[in-house]
């Protein structure tokens, strides 16, 4: 009878790590079936200690948070995805649609508290019109012109170039340029990462059918990044997807940062295309490889110059709880350390690895800042999207939690911006740094 191998093993005990850790200490873009041993290796510690490495040659002892507030427009939506346990159907209890002194109130309690951004998401509003997106965001402005908005995901962006009637089968790009440019001059400074889920058709069929593919979500993506909008990333994993397919969806992302920070000039971009990687199925963007000098790092004036990029990639865990996919476990602790330490190492040229603490809780996103994470998000106040362990909307933290878990797992805690710029603070005050 096979004996079962031992859940840790002893770091270094997996010889197929020497060569990842070789190349990972070399700077060296890795691959797929790399990606692949890194999950299925048994020296989980292995793996996050590459991670770490990564993280503290990016950003040495920092970790970051925000001070920031979550707002949902409406939870009415026109699909019905399976994991998902927000949406609502128009005449369901609990559907709710908030008005703009709703959301001018929220704007107004934001920078009350001292925050910095407003991030804002919804369903996909069958009835809302066109005219409703650009006056939340001249409310917002107007209220509290200091806020950053950071709003609307890929989804809904294509959702509200075909109520705006700009949606063209011919020529997708079209429409959402139409759309992002008049959100952007009524307030909208950037995107949130949302609605990637998994970059897979199987995945998508079963599980998301309806909602847009990956290469709507990408040109999304892209069109906002050639706006100077700098967005998120996500991938919602740990239900129907395989271990691949969230390799696939890395991979996927890695070649569009290329693109981005390629089309931005960043020093260190090589800008050539290496045909040999081109072989993923699914996958049509040309590769550029970056030297490691090649992240961005921001400045003051950086949305004027030379923002249009990835800042962020958010691993999210799937929580079954109250959707359709409830008979799931959703992922361990374990895989979820995993997934975080793989991202960093897989997106060597994202320059943030972000466990929100919401999906992850706050100990685990302590954690997660020793395997690769190097932000937790923020002080965050209302979450309708999720609710772990029985919690309700109001999910709240203070910044002196915040700063304690970080502090705890031996960083030094920096509030950022919404673009990652640090911020100075004087209580509710607060200036970037110079
Ligand atoms: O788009 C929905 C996911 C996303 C579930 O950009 C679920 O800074 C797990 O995108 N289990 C919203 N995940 C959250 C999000 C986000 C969060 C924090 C920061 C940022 C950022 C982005 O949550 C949705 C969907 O992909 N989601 N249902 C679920 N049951």
């Known amino acids: 009878m096979a004996t079962a191998e031992p859940l840790n093993a002893p770091a270094g005990i997996d010889p197929r790590l020497d060569a990842i850790r070789a190349k990972v200490e ?12 890194l999950y299925e290796t048994n020296d989980v510690w292995g793996v996050l200690a590459m991670a770490d490495l990564v993280r503290r040659r990016m950003h040495g002892d920092t970790a970051y948070y925000n001070i920031n507030r979550h707002m949902n427009y409406s939870n009415v939506c026109a699909l019905s995805c399976k994991f998902c346990e927000f949406y609502r159907k128009k005449d369901q209890p609990g559907a709710y649609t908030r008005d703009m002194d709703y959301i001018r109130d929220q704007a107004i309690g934001a920078i009350e508290s001292g925050a910095t951004e407003m991030h804002i998401v919804g369903g996909l509003h069958p009835y809302l019109p066109w005219d409703y997106y650009p006056e939340m965001m001249r409310t917002i402005k107007e209220a509290a012109p200091g806020l950053h908005i950071k709003a609307l995901t890929a989804v809904e962006i294509v959702h509200l170039a075909k109520i705006a009637k700009k949606y063209k089968r011919s020529d997708r790009q079209a429409g959402i340029r139409w759309v992002l440019s008049e959100l952007k001059a009524a307030g909208l400074d950037s995107l949130p990462g949302g609605g ?24 999304v993506h892209l069109v906002a990044h050639e ?27 890695r070649r569009a940062q290329d693109q981005a920070l390629a089309r931005l000039g960043y020093d260190g971009v090589d ?53 359709e ?32 603490w919401i999906m992850q809780t706050l100990s685990m996103a302590e954690v997660m800042l020793e395997a690769g994470a190097d932000d937790i998000d923020g002080t965050v106040v209302w979450y309708d999207i999720t609710k772990v362990g029985g919690s309700t909307t ?21 509030e950022r911006d919404t673009l990652y710029r640090r911020v100075e603070r004087d209580g509710k005050a607060w200036r970037l740094a110079e």
């Open 196 to 219: 990637a889920e998994v970059f897979d058709d199987r995945v998508h069929d079963k599980a998301y059918k309806g909602k847009i593919r990956s290469d709507e979500w990408l040109d």
């Open 271 to 323: 800008g050539f295309v290496e045909p040999g990687l081109a072989a993923t199925e699914g996958v049509t963007a040309p590769v550029i490889t970056l030297t490691r000098d090649g992240v961005p790092q921001p400045t003051p004036d950086m949305a004027e110059k030379e923002a249009g990029y990835f800042q962020t990639i958010i691993p999210l865990p799937f929580f079954p709880d109250g959707s």
């Open 227 to 253: 706006l100077g909008l700098n967005t998120n990333a996500t991938i919602l994993y740990g239900h129907i997807d395989q271990r691949r397919e969230r390799l696939v969806h890395m991979e996927i992302l």
């Open 394 to 414: 109001h999910q709240e933290t203070t910044v002196l939690d915040l700063q304690r878990s970080i502090r705890e797992a031996g960083f030094t805690p920096v």
């Open 325 to 356: 996919m409830e008979h799931l476990y959703g992922p361990t602790g374990l895989e979820n350390l995993r997934t975080i330490a793989i991202a960093r190492l897989m997106l060597d040229n994202f320059p943030h690895v972000k466990a929100f």
């Open 26 to 37: 070399a700077g060296e873009r890795l691959t797929l079936e790399d990606g692949e041993v």
